[in-house]
Protein backbone atom coordinates (compact mmCIF):
# COMPACT_ATOMS: atom_id res chain seq x y z
CA UNK A 1 0.00 0.00 0.00
CA UNK A 2 1.22 3.41 -0.79
CA UNK A 3 1.68 6.20 1.59
CA UNK A 4 0.58 9.23 1.52
CA UNK A 5 3.84 11.81 1.06
CA UNK A 6 4.81 13.57 4.13
CA UNK A 7 5.32 17.31 3.20
CA UNK A 8 6.05 20.26 5.23
CA UNK A 9 6.51 23.77 5.62
CA UNK A 10 8.32 23.94 8.30
CA UNK A 11 9.90 21.17 10.93
CA UNK A 12 10.78 22.23 14.64
CA UNK A 13 13.37 20.38 15.99
CA UNK A 14 13.82 20.68 20.04
CA UNK A 15 17.42 18.83 19.87
CA UNK A 16 17.57 19.55 24.01
CA UNK A 17 15.08 21.04 26.56
CA UNK A 18 17.93 21.78 28.38
CA UNK A 19 19.06 25.97 28.93
CA UNK A 20 21.08 27.58 31.45
CA UNK A 21 18.46 29.91 31.81
CA UNK A 22 18.00 30.31 35.72
CA UNK A 23 16.32 33.78 36.06
CA UNK A 24 14.13 36.02 33.88
CA UNK A 25 10.60 35.45 31.30
CA UNK A 26 11.36 32.22 30.02
CA UNK A 27 8.65 28.87 30.74
CA UNK A 28 11.50 27.14 32.34
CA UNK A 29 13.02 29.60 34.53
CA UNK A 30 9.03 29.88 36.15
CA UNK A 31 8.97 25.90 35.96
CA UNK A 32 12.62 25.11 36.41
CA UNK A 33 11.99 22.84 39.58
CA UNK A 34 9.50 20.50 37.28
CA UNK A 35 11.58 20.79 34.25
CA UNK A 36 12.05 17.47 32.38
CA UNK A 37 15.40 17.74 30.58
CA UNK A 38 15.47 15.26 27.41
CA UNK A 39 18.53 15.74 24.91
CA UNK A 40 16.46 14.18 21.05
CA UNK A 41 18.94 11.16 20.17
CA UNK A 42 20.56 11.61 16.72
CA UNK A 43 18.84 8.22 15.27
CA UNK A 44 15.95 9.57 15.64
CA UNK A 45 16.30 12.94 13.93
CA UNK A 46 17.62 10.54 11.43
CA UNK A 47 14.64 8.52 11.52
CA UNK A 48 12.38 11.56 11.07
CA UNK A 49 13.89 12.44 8.30
CA UNK A 50 13.83 9.70 6.28
CA UNK A 51 9.91 9.51 6.92
CA UNK A 52 9.79 13.04 5.36
CA UNK A 53 9.46 13.92 1.28
CA UNK A 54 10.24 17.32 1.59
CA UNK A 55 10.29 20.09 3.97
CA UNK A 56 10.99 23.66 3.06
CA UNK A 57 12.58 24.68 6.66
CA UNK A 58 14.25 22.88 9.86
CA UNK A 59 14.17 25.26 12.79
CA UNK A 60 16.03 24.07 15.76
CA UNK A 61 14.21 25.78 18.72
CA UNK A 62 11.96 24.15 21.28
CA UNK A 63 11.86 25.02 25.02
CA UNK A 64 15.74 24.99 25.50
CA UNK A 65 19.43 25.54 23.89
CA UNK A 66 20.18 23.18 20.66
CA UNK A 67 23.57 23.61 21.48
CA UNK A 68 22.80 21.61 25.19
CA UNK A 69 22.76 18.56 22.44
CA UNK A 70 26.09 16.77 21.54
CA UNK A 71 25.12 15.83 18.11
CA UNK A 72 23.55 19.01 16.87
CA UNK A 73 26.32 19.88 14.34
CA UNK A 74 25.27 16.47 12.44
CA UNK A 75 21.73 17.71 13.12
CA UNK A 76 22.23 20.55 11.17
CA UNK A 77 24.63 18.63 8.51
CA UNK A 78 21.52 16.34 7.97
CA UNK A 79 19.07 18.41 7.70
CA UNK A 80 21.13 20.22 5.18
CA UNK A 81 21.66 17.34 2.60
CA UNK A 82 17.73 17.26 2.64
CA UNK A 83 17.45 20.41 0.68
CA UNK A 84 15.61 22.61 3.62
CA UNK A 85 16.29 26.07 4.74
CA UNK A 86 18.19 25.73 8.13
CA UNK A 87 17.75 27.64 10.97
CA UNK A 88 19.22 27.52 14.37
CA UNK A 89 17.70 29.55 17.72
CA UNK A 90 20.27 29.61 20.32
CA UNK A 91 21.07 32.26 23.61
CA UNK A 92 24.59 32.08 22.99
CA UNK A 93 26.18 30.67 25.86
CA UNK A 94 27.13 27.78 24.85
CA UNK A 95 28.45 29.05 21.65
CA UNK A 96 32.45 27.60 20.74
CA UNK A 97 35.12 28.21 17.66
CA UNK A 98 33.94 24.73 16.37
CA UNK A 99 30.26 25.67 16.32
CA UNK A 100 30.73 28.56 14.77
CA UNK A 101 33.45 26.60 11.69
CA UNK A 102 30.99 23.92 11.60
CA UNK A 103 27.63 26.22 10.80
CA UNK A 104 29.30 28.13 7.77
CA UNK A 105 30.71 24.68 6.37
CA UNK A 106 27.80 22.93 6.07
CA UNK A 107 25.89 25.78 5.08
CA UNK A 108 23.13 26.69 7.83
CA UNK A 109 20.85 29.29 6.72
CA UNK A 110 20.68 31.55 9.64
CA UNK A 111 21.16 31.97 13.18
CA UNK A 112 18.67 33.41 15.87
CA UNK A 113 19.41 34.99 19.39
CA UNK A 114 17.21 36.28 21.18
CA UNK A 115 17.47 39.52 23.09
CA UNK A 116 14.92 40.87 25.52
CA UNK A 117 17.23 44.10 26.53
CA UNK A 118 19.74 46.21 24.90
CA UNK A 119 22.21 46.15 27.89
CA UNK A 120 23.87 43.06 29.78
CA UNK A 121 21.81 43.64 32.54
CA UNK A 122 18.26 43.78 31.21
CA UNK A 123 19.11 41.17 29.08
CA UNK A 124 20.56 38.91 32.45
CA UNK A 125 17.11 39.85 34.56
CA UNK A 126 14.46 39.16 31.65
CA UNK A 127 15.82 35.82 29.99
CA UNK A 128 18.68 34.63 31.96
CA UNK A 129 20.95 34.86 28.97
CA UNK A 130 24.26 37.14 28.05
CA UNK A 131 24.34 40.00 25.83
CA UNK A 132 28.24 39.42 25.79
CA UNK A 133 27.78 36.40 24.75
CA UNK A 134 25.70 36.72 22.33
CA UNK A 135 27.74 39.86 20.60
CA UNK A 136 30.62 37.21 20.92
CA UNK A 137 29.07 34.68 19.22
CA UNK A 138 28.39 36.95 16.27
CA UNK A 139 31.68 37.64 16.16
CA UNK A 140 32.81 34.36 15.74
CA UNK A 141 30.25 33.73 12.77
CA UNK A 142 31.51 36.68 11.11
CA UNK A 143 35.02 35.87 11.07
CA UNK A 144 34.96 32.56 9.75
CA UNK A 145 32.69 34.17 6.94
CA UNK A 146 35.29 36.25 6.28
CA UNK A 147 37.70 33.53 6.09
CA UNK A 148 35.26 31.20 3.88
CA UNK A 149 34.19 34.35 1.84
CA UNK A 150 30.27 33.21 3.13
CA UNK A 151 27.61 34.97 3.94
CA UNK A 152 26.04 32.19 5.51
CA UNK A 153 24.49 31.78 7.96
CA UNK A 154 22.55 35.01 7.88
CA UNK A 155 23.03 36.30 11.36
CA UNK A 156 19.56 37.38 13.05
CA UNK A 157 18.01 38.97 16.16
CA UNK A 158 14.38 38.31 18.11
CA UNK A 159 13.50 40.80 20.51
CA UNK A 160 11.31 40.80 23.39
CA UNK A 161 9.73 44.37 24.41
CA UNK A 162 8.64 44.25 27.73
CA UNK A 163 6.53 47.09 29.27
CA UNK A 164 9.66 48.36 31.36
CA UNK A 165 11.91 47.77 28.25
CA UNK A 166 8.90 50.41 26.59
CA UNK A 167 8.79 52.83 29.59
CA UNK A 168 12.61 53.18 28.91
CA UNK A 169 12.87 53.88 25.35
CA UNK A 170 14.24 51.17 24.13
CA UNK A 171 11.97 51.05 21.23
CA UNK A 172 13.52 54.33 20.57
CA UNK A 173 16.87 53.03 20.80
CA UNK A 174 16.45 49.40 19.28
CA UNK A 175 17.40 50.68 15.55
CA UNK A 176 20.27 52.48 16.25
CA UNK A 177 20.97 49.56 18.46
CA UNK A 178 20.92 46.45 15.41
CA UNK A 179 22.71 49.14 13.15
CA UNK A 180 25.52 48.84 15.56
CA UNK A 181 25.37 44.94 15.64
CA UNK A 182 25.93 45.55 11.91
CA UNK A 183 22.24 43.26 11.97
CA UNK A 184 20.09 43.49 8.82
CA UNK A 185 16.65 41.47 9.65
CA UNK A 186 15.45 41.25 13.29
CA UNK A 187 12.04 40.50 14.87
CA UNK A 188 10.23 42.46 17.37
CA UNK A 189 7.76 40.69 19.66
CA UNK A 190 6.32 41.99 22.90
CA UNK A 191 6.62 39.98 26.24
CA UNK A 192 2.56 38.62 25.80
CA UNK A 193 2.51 36.22 28.68
CA UNK A 194 3.96 35.34 32.27
CA UNK A 195 5.37 32.42 33.53
CA UNK A 196 4.13 33.18 36.64
CA UNK A 197 2.28 36.03 38.46
CA UNK A 198 5.29 37.64 39.77
CA UNK A 199 6.24 38.72 36.54
CA UNK A 200 3.03 39.45 34.95
CA UNK A 201 3.31 43.24 35.12
CA UNK A 202 5.85 43.59 32.55
CA UNK A 203 3.73 41.54 29.72
CA UNK A 204 2.62 44.36 26.86
CA UNK A 205 -0.64 42.90 26.15
CA UNK A 206 -3.17 46.31 25.29
CA UNK A 207 -6.50 45.68 26.60
CA UNK A 208 -8.30 47.90 24.11
CA UNK A 209 -7.80 49.40 20.47
CA UNK A 210 -6.85 53.13 22.30
CA UNK A 211 -4.14 51.35 23.72
CA UNK A 212 -3.25 49.42 20.83
CA UNK A 213 -2.62 51.96 18.63
CA UNK A 214 0.04 53.85 21.00
CA UNK A 215 1.85 50.74 21.42
CA UNK A 216 1.48 50.15 17.57
CA UNK A 217 2.46 53.20 16.47
CA UNK A 218 5.37 53.19 18.78
CA UNK A 219 6.36 50.07 17.05
CA UNK A 220 5.87 51.23 13.54
CA UNK A 221 8.12 54.12 14.12
CA UNK A 222 10.82 51.71 15.08
CA UNK A 223 10.22 50.11 12.07
CA UNK A 224 10.48 53.42 9.82
CA UNK A 225 13.80 54.04 11.83
CA UNK A 226 14.94 50.77 10.94
CA UNK A 227 14.04 50.39 7.56
CA UNK A 228 15.97 53.84 7.15
CA UNK A 229 19.39 52.08 8.52
CA UNK A 230 18.55 49.32 5.59
CA UNK A 231 17.62 46.94 8.49
CA UNK A 232 14.24 45.11 7.92
CA UNK A 233 12.18 45.07 11.63
CA UNK A 234 9.12 42.31 11.46
CA UNK A 235 6.97 43.26 13.90
CA UNK A 236 3.57 41.52 15.89
CA UNK A 237 1.89 42.68 18.44
CA UNK A 238 -0.89 40.91 20.53
CA UNK A 239 -4.28 43.08 20.60
CA UNK A 240 -5.56 41.48 24.00
CA UNK A 241 -9.19 43.22 23.69
CA UNK A 242 -9.68 41.76 20.07
CA UNK A 243 -11.14 37.88 19.59
CA UNK A 244 -10.19 36.13 16.80
CA UNK A 245 -8.52 32.74 15.25
CA UNK A 246 -5.70 31.98 13.08
CA UNK A 247 -2.72 30.06 14.39
CA UNK A 248 1.01 31.88 12.75
CA UNK A 249 2.51 28.99 13.07
CA UNK A 250 0.88 27.04 10.69
CA UNK A 251 0.13 23.53 12.33
CA UNK A 252 -1.45 22.28 8.93
CA UNK A 253 1.68 22.31 7.19
CA UNK A 254 4.38 22.09 10.48
CA UNK A 255 4.70 19.65 13.00
CA UNK A 256 7.33 19.56 16.34
CA UNK A 257 9.62 17.16 17.50
CA UNK A 258 10.62 17.38 21.02
CA UNK A 259 13.52 16.01 22.30
CA UNK A 260 11.74 13.14 23.97
CA UNK A 261 10.63 12.09 20.58
CA UNK A 262 7.77 12.75 20.88
CA UNK A 263 5.11 14.68 18.10
CA UNK A 264 3.12 17.50 18.77
CA UNK A 265 1.39 20.27 16.28
CA UNK A 266 3.31 23.08 17.95
CA UNK A 267 5.68 23.45 20.57
CA UNK A 268 2.92 25.25 22.97
CA UNK A 269 0.89 21.74 22.61
CA UNK A 270 3.93 19.98 24.42
CA UNK A 271 5.84 21.67 27.00
CA UNK A 272 8.08 19.61 28.99
CA UNK A 273 6.30 20.00 32.36
CA UNK A 274 4.40 17.22 34.26
CA UNK A 275 1.32 18.19 34.45
CA UNK A 276 -0.88 20.36 35.16
CA UNK A 277 1.06 23.44 34.28
CA UNK A 278 0.09 26.81 32.80
CA UNK A 279 1.33 30.88 31.97
CA UNK A 280 -0.70 34.01 32.59
CA UNK A 281 -2.20 35.86 29.45
CA UNK A 282 -4.26 38.83 30.13
CA UNK A 283 -5.31 38.24 32.86
CA UNK A 284 -6.22 34.51 32.90
CA UNK A 285 -4.53 31.19 33.84
CA UNK A 286 -4.23 28.90 30.56
CA UNK A 287 -3.49 25.58 30.83
CA UNK A 288 -0.74 24.22 28.73
CA UNK A 289 -2.54 21.86 26.13
CA UNK A 290 -1.00 18.20 26.09
CA UNK A 291 -1.07 17.00 22.89
CA UNK A 292 1.29 14.18 21.82
CA UNK A 293 0.42 12.40 18.83
CA UNK A 294 2.75 9.89 18.54
CA UNK A 295 6.45 8.59 19.89
CA UNK A 296 9.56 8.19 17.14
CA UNK A 297 10.73 5.78 19.88
CA UNK A 298 7.94 3.33 19.00
CA UNK A 299 5.57 4.87 15.80
CA UNK A 300 7.13 5.70 12.47
CA UNK A 301 6.56 9.52 11.52
CA UNK A 302 4.34 8.83 8.27
CA UNK A 303 2.06 6.84 10.53
CA UNK A 304 1.59 9.47 13.03
CA UNK A 305 0.94 12.40 10.20
CA UNK A 306 -1.78 10.75 8.58
CA UNK A 307 -3.66 9.31 11.43
CA UNK A 308 -6.95 10.12 10.49
CA UNK A 309 -7.28 12.50 13.77
CA UNK A 310 -4.47 14.36 13.11
CA UNK A 311 -5.38 14.86 9.58
CA UNK A 312 -8.92 16.49 10.81
CA UNK A 313 -6.52 19.13 13.15
CA UNK A 314 -4.75 20.31 10.55
CA UNK A 315 -7.81 20.69 8.37
CA UNK A 316 -9.21 22.82 11.05
CA UNK A 317 -6.35 25.01 10.86
CA UNK A 318 -6.72 25.04 6.95
CA UNK A 319 -10.19 26.69 7.90
CA UNK A 320 -9.35 29.05 10.69
CA UNK A 321 -11.17 26.77 13.08
CA UNK A 322 -10.15 26.42 16.45
CA UNK A 323 -9.42 23.10 17.64
CA UNK A 324 -9.86 22.33 20.99
CA UNK A 325 -7.09 23.64 23.24
CA UNK A 326 -6.42 26.10 20.55
CA UNK A 327 -8.62 28.91 20.75
CA UNK A 328 -7.08 30.82 23.72
CA UNK A 329 -3.59 30.34 22.75
CA UNK A 330 -2.15 33.77 22.87
CA UNK A 331 -0.27 33.69 19.49
CA UNK A 332 -3.67 33.74 17.63
CA UNK A 333 -3.76 36.94 18.74
CA UNK A 334 -0.85 38.30 17.14
CA UNK A 335 -1.13 41.10 14.25
CA UNK A 336 1.34 42.35 11.96
CA UNK A 337 2.18 45.81 12.73
CA UNK A 338 3.43 48.34 9.30
CA UNK A 339 3.80 51.89 8.56
CA UNK A 340 0.85 53.22 7.39
CA UNK A 341 1.94 53.55 3.82
CA UNK A 342 3.24 49.66 4.23
CA UNK A 343 -0.38 48.85 5.08
CA UNK A 344 -1.71 50.97 1.90
CA UNK A 345 0.54 48.96 -0.17
CA UNK A 346 -0.12 45.48 1.35
CA UNK A 347 -3.93 46.19 0.35
CA UNK A 348 -3.03 46.98 -3.01
CA UNK A 349 -1.00 44.01 -3.21
CA UNK A 350 -3.98 42.32 -2.00
CA UNK A 351 -6.27 43.44 -4.96
CA UNK A 352 -3.49 42.13 -7.40
CA UNK A 353 -3.29 38.69 -5.29
CA UNK A 354 0.36 38.63 -4.27
CA UNK A 355 0.23 39.50 -0.72
CA UNK A 356 1.62 37.21 2.07
CA UNK A 357 -1.04 36.24 5.19
CA UNK A 358 -1.45 39.11 7.42
CA UNK A 359 -0.23 36.35 10.39
CA UNK A 360 3.50 36.74 8.27
CA UNK A 361 3.54 33.43 6.68
CA UNK A 362 5.24 30.36 8.38
CA UNK A 363 5.89 31.98 11.74
CA UNK A 364 5.47 34.57 14.55
Known amino acids: MIRPPVILDRLHVEASSRSRAESGYTIRAGHKKQWLDHDL ?11 IDAVAEVRFHGWGDPLANPDILAMVAAA ?23 LVRDGLSA ?12 NFLR ?18 RAVHESGLPRIEVRYTLTRTGLAAGELRLLPQFLERLAITTAKLRPLS ?27 AEARRDAAGRGIRLDCKLVHGGTRRFHCPDTPGSSLFLAADGAISPCPLRNIPLPEPAGYRFHGRDIPFPRDVRGNLHTDALAAIWNAAAYRDFRYAHDTDAAPAGCAGCWRSFLT ?3 AREEAGADVG ?10 SGGRGG
Do not use: C, I
Open 80 to 102: GKKGATTVLVTDATRFTDSHANA
Open 336 to 338: AVM
Open 127 to 144: RGTSLFAVMAAMDKLRTV
Open 349 to 358: EAAGGRSEDA
Open 111 to 122: VVFPLAGLTEET
Open 41 to 51: PLELFAKALAD
Open 193 to 219: YATSPHTEYDTLVPEDQEAYDAVASAM
